[in-house]
Structure formats: C-alpha cells, structure tokens
Nanobody
Framework: QVQFVESGGGLVQAGGSLRLSCAAS????????RGWYRQAAGKQRELVAT???????NYADSVKGRFTISRDNAKNTMYLQMNSLKPEDTAVYYC???????????WGQGTQVTVSS
C-alpha cells in the first residue's frame, strides 16, 4: 500500500506564489512519482507537469515559465513551485504516481488552489 499526503494549497492573489508538496509513504519502492495534474470545476483533469526519476521535466504550455516541478528521491517527495499565479490556475491539484509492475495510476487526495483576481 502507498499513501500520499499533499499540502501547500490555499488562497492567493493573482501574481502570487504557492509551493505544493506530495509525500509518498508505505511501499514506495513499488511506485514512481510522475507529476501533477489539476481539475478545475466543470472541467476534465489535465496534465500540469511531469518529471522522470532522472529529473527530466515536461510542462503544459499554460504553465511553462511559471511553474517548476522537482523531486527529492530520498524523501519520496515531489514538489510544484507555482509563481505568477493567474485566476485560471484555480483548480484542485493532484499528484500522480504509477506502479512500476502494473502501470496502475495512484492519485493524491488533491489540494485546492484558488487564485483571486
């Protein structure tokens, strides 16, 4: 079993910053932390950023240059630094991991990010 604890969400004014964390515990040897997704009210979940175990990153066009994904493999923790936040970044943010053997996806509980104009 793997558990995820997400933290760092909240309410911020446009132009502000937040840092999300996703800490995995339990059978972490069986999974790979992969990235962050978000889901705004009434919309489908969308990819925000991914990171490989080697540190290669990929970002949605809408967040390039503003968000930075990183990971600390020793702590089994993944981060998302969000700068220059916009109201359209308002969503529930989820961390994603994949089981190495079965490729099943795991999701964190989600953390709300609200950006006011």
């Amino acid at each position: 079993q793997v558990q995820f604890v997400e933290s760092g969400g909240g309410l911020v004014q446009a132009g502000g910053s937040l840092r999300l964390s996703c800490a995995a515990s339990g059978s972490t040897f069986s999974i790979r932390l992969r990235g962050w997704y978000r889901q705004a009210a009434g919309k489908q979940r969308e990819l925000v950023a991914t990171i490989t175990t080697g540190g290669s990153t990929n970002y949605a066009d809408s967040v390039k240059g503003r968000f930075t994904i990183s990971r600390d493999n020793a702590k089994n923790t993944m981060y998302l630094q969000m700068n220059s936040l916009k109201p359209e970044d308002t969503a529930v943010y989820y961390c994603n991991a994949r089981q190495i053997a079965s490729f099943d996806d795991y999701w964190g509980q989600g953390t709300q990010v609200t950006v006011s104009s």
